[in-house]
């Protein structure tokens, strides 16, 4: 089993170091994303890996990236890790882990959509009766399924810092108006045809974020991770009930974990206990096979 915490590429040179990914530069028109098996929660890096986690994120995101090629492209390159990474050693340590993508103008705002109110879309109705500024039906419960998927964008923030959640108007004024209904309706598409996808296999998708860029023609293209327990929401859908704040294939276990513990949610994190490690490490696993076999 893998247990990369931190990616070492001697021939190549570190761009960003992010809660998850190190990216790594290739040329003036590719680089490398390298999944690691860290985890973070409350916005926290933990010292200890989850084993595999890199490697099932990056198999989930290109099983993805190929399904839902028709809707979108994507950052996808057809350049071979052997290329890239020549010292065997230091290949094989990344192979799972790695994705060779073509460098793209990322676009500043995250492209979130929920097809279920729970997190901060539950906070905010609760306060005002809409998300980002979008009215929604009174009476809702925790967990519900909305009448219809929403946008709800936010801002990119820094690593150890909190995304902020914007309305449409903002993302206009971000984007444009043609660009931000551009990014706004293939956010959708992707989402449905994903959840419904997921739902045939028992998994609900209650939100998601997508990240996109913009290539040398300003065409819109998809990047970073795609619909993977780390960006989304995972529920299995014969445990789901409104109401209640339903487990998911996630970070859950970590979650849960830290909350019992004295500490202030603020680096350095506390190392993990081994239960709280494989409990993890199988529902990762468990999303993995549920999507791709």
């Known amino acids: 089993m893998s247990n990369l915490h931190t990616s070492q590429l001697s021939g190549l040179k570190l761009l960003h170091k992010g809660k998850v990914r190190d990216n790594y530069e290739i040329d003036d028109k590719h680089m490398l994303i390298v999944t690691t098996d860290r985890i973070s929660a409350f916005d926290v890096i933990m010292p200890t890996p989850i084993p595999e986690k890199g490697a099932i994120l990056n198999a989930v995101t290109r099983f993805w990236l190929n399904k839902l090629k028709h809707i979108i492209p994507n950052h996808l390159a057809d350049i071979s890790l052997e290329q890239v990474v020549p010292d065997k050693t230091e290949r094989d340590a990344i192979a799972s882990h790695a994705m060779v993508v073509k460098k793209l103008k990322a676009l500043p705002v995250e492209a979130i959509v929920r097809g279920y109110i729970i997190g901060s879309g539950w906070k905010d109705y609760q306060k005002t009766g809409a ?128 909350e019992t513990l004295d500490w202030n949610k603020t680096a350095p994190g506390p190392e993990l206990p081994e239960d709280i490690i494989t409990k993890t490490a199988e529902k990762y696993r468990e999303a993995l096979n549920r999507l791709t076999t």
């Open 131 to 258: 998300i980002c500024g979008i009215e929604l039906p009174a009476g809702l419960q925790m967990a519900d399924k909305l009448p219809e998927p929403i946008f709800t964008p936010s801002t990119k923030a820094n690593v150890g810092d909190h995304d902020e959640n914007i309305d449409f108007s903002k993302t206009v004024e971000l984007l444009g108006e043609q660009l931000a209904n551009q990014v706004k309706d293939t956010s959708l598409r992707l989402y449905k045809e994903a959840a419904e996808y997921a739902l045939e296999r028992g998994i609900i998708i209650a939100d998601t974020k997508f990240e996109f860029g913009l290539d040398k023609n300003d065409q819109l293209v998809l990047i970073d991770e795609v619909l993977t327990p780390d960006s989304s929401r995972f529920w299995p859908a014969d445990q789901y009930q409104p109401g209640t704040s339903p487990m998911s294939f996630d970070k859950q276990f970590v979650r849960d974990y830290l």
